[in-house]
């Protein structure tokens, strides 16, 4: 094996890797009751969506992935948790969250079930597209953490990890995009990263009203609406 | 031929010279973590020789199963030694008498015979430890299938020799995916299985909350001193288990010289201290898990090799 195809091999593999631990990521994401530790599985998957987009840049030699690299650490790594602590309040993380719609080793089994079936929607696609070995890793993964975050959404009873679910939905279709779409123009991406910076200011501030009017943010006890 | 023979009872000496060493270096290192000084890493051994001259003291209710169970406990890690790569990185003289799951099979042997001498005597903690040990087990044993089944996928054999090669040739295959989350899966079942601190507190000494250490509370001189001594090969060969076949080769004898393989002794001495290392930060910086969140535990290890299985499949 020449040096090339060594240097390919551990790309793809390292690639791979990065794929499997963002799929841990969005396990934790559905499964951890502390909302602190959340954020800070939120902001791991989105070094690991950069590290993906950097292998993938370096692939491709595509200065674009370098670029949604640089816009994700920034906004996501940096900018989201920043906003999203000031818009919450500290001691919305500082709790640990007990309302969740379904327990917790069944949530787990459900995504696991989740990513068998995101793996069964990519398989056609691959074989049809006659994708390459990474679009084989990215893209199921991308779906996956993209339906998982979905799920997040569904099950869980909190306004933040709700928030994060939707974000981690938006990591996956990143996730997903960059392999099959490496030379999307920037605007696009510069435009998704403001996009999610603004969600996250409206559902956090959202949030901090909530938590200021009932003194909680667990949105799924609010089913009766209440007239003052 | 003659030479292998000997290579393999070198191993089952190593095994079952060091073993009390291994949990005396753990004992003492949880200890300065605490900045405590904590007793000698010898203390084991002297655990173990007072214990063998002390009288046994045996129920009259129990039946032989409880005089058999020290022996069972002792000898099913001697027997895994023989299968697996303790010291050497070629196969050994008995390493195709049994693959990773026949040697899977043998340690819930012993597993087995110490849950129902648990349950033989009739004090009321042995039964109460032994049920929640098994419940332990029953969720641990389907992520231990299916690491080993994607595992043996992936490397195309279930004989560990062959399997650990797998992982350094080319080294590419390191960074495999279903290598990192299998080791971190495996990780998760050998504190479950060895009652480490996020589901069990091995130096605990409150009977209700004890979940492995209970099955050993009827035992006194030489059953107590052959169980110990037990526990500790057990955790020392699912050391190796880990170390040396699913993370990686490093440090085994390659040569066939007998010298090789004493200079492998130290090696693998010193990657074990490595991994305690690991294990005492894991053991000091988490709580204890109450009982009913031992599920959520497993659940994640489980969800874990399940995702290394997926990802591992279709990425081949």
């Known amino acids: ?228 | 031929m003659i030479n292998k023979i000997i290579f393999n009872l070198i191993q089952v000496i190593v095994v079952m010279a060091f073993a009390p060493l291994i949990k005396g270096i753990l004992a003492r290192l949880k200890e300065n973590v605490q900045s405590k000084r904590g007793p000698s890493i010898f203390q084991p051994y002297r655990d173990i020789w007072k214990l063998f001259h002390k009288d046994e003291v045996v129920s009259d209710y129990c039946s032989w199963i409880f005089r058999l169970t020290p022996f069972v406990v002792f000898i099913t890690p001697i027997f895994v030694a023989l299968l697996i790569p303790v010291l050497t990185d070629y196969p050994l003289f008995f390493a195709f008498m049994g693959d990773m799951l026949g040697g899977g099979f043998i340690l819930a042997l012993g597993g087995f015979f110490a849950t129902l001498a648990a349950i033989d005597t009739g004090n009321p903690y042995g039964p109460m430890g032994a049920s929640r040990t098994r419940m332990v087990g029953f969720l641990a044993e389907p992520v231990f299938m299916i690491v080993f089944f994607t595992v043996s996928f992936i490397a195309g054999s279930t004989i560990p020799y062959i399997v650990q090669q797998h992982w350094v040739r080319p080294l590419a295959n390191f960074f495999e995916p279903a290598h990192i989350l299998m080791l971190l899966a495996f990780l998760m079942l050998i504190l479950a299985e060895t009652g480490k601190i996020p589901v069990d507190n091995p130096s605990g000494h409150f009977e209700l909350a004890m979940i492995d250490e209970s099955k050993g509370l009827e035992y006194s001189g030489r059953g107590a001193a052959l169980m110990k001594w037990g526990g500790s090969m057990k955790f020392f060969v699912l050391c190796c288990i880990f170390l040396n076949v699913l993370v990686a080769p490093w440090g085994l004898a390659h040569g066939t010289a007998l010298v090789d393989v004493l200079i492998a002794v130290p090696l693998i001495l010193i990657k074990i201290f490595i991994f305690l290392l690991v294990l005492v930060i894991i053991e000091s910086s988490l709580a204890k898990l109450r009982l009913f969140r031992i599920t959520e535990f497993l659940g994640a290890a489980f969800v874990t090799s399940v995702a290394a299985m997926i990802i591992g499949l279709f990425f081949l």
Request: glycine content about 8%; proline content about 3%.
């Open chain 1, 1 to 228: 094996m020449n040096e090339s195809e060594l240097l390919f091999s551990l790309l793809t593999k390292l690639n791979a890797l990065t794929g499997g631990l963002f799929l841990l990521c969005a396990f934790g994401l559905v499964a951890i009751r502390q909302m602190l530790t959340c954020l800070r599985l939120y902001i791991f998957q989105s070094l690991l969506l950069a590290v993906s987009a950097v292998l993938l840049g370096y692939h491709y030699a595509s200065i674009h992935l370098f670029v949604v690299a640089a816009l994700t650490i920034i906004t996501k790594v940096f900018l989201i948790p920043w906003v999203l602590r000031q818009s919450v309040g500290y001691d919305s993380f500082s709790k640990r969250e007990i309302s969740q719609a379904l327990n917790i080793p069944t949530t787990l089994l459900l995504s696991a079930a989740i990513t068998i079936f995101a793996y069964y929607l990519a398989g056609p696609l691959l074989t049809a597209a006659g994708a390459g070995i990474f679009e084989k890793v990215n893209l199921p993964i991308g779906m996956a953490s993209l339906l998982i975050g979905a799920y997040t959404v569904t099950v869980r009873g909190e306004a933040v990890p709700q928030l994060l679910g939707i974000l981690a939905m938006e990591n996956g279709a990143f996730f997903a995009g960059i392999s099959i779409a490496p030379s999307l123009p920037l605007i696009a991406e510069l435009a998704a990263a403001f996009y999610v910076l603004i969600t996250v200011l409206v559902i956090g501030l959202l949030a901090m009203r909530i938590h200021t009017i009932i003194a909680k943010t667990a949105v799924g006890k609010l089913i009766a609406l209440k007239e003052e």
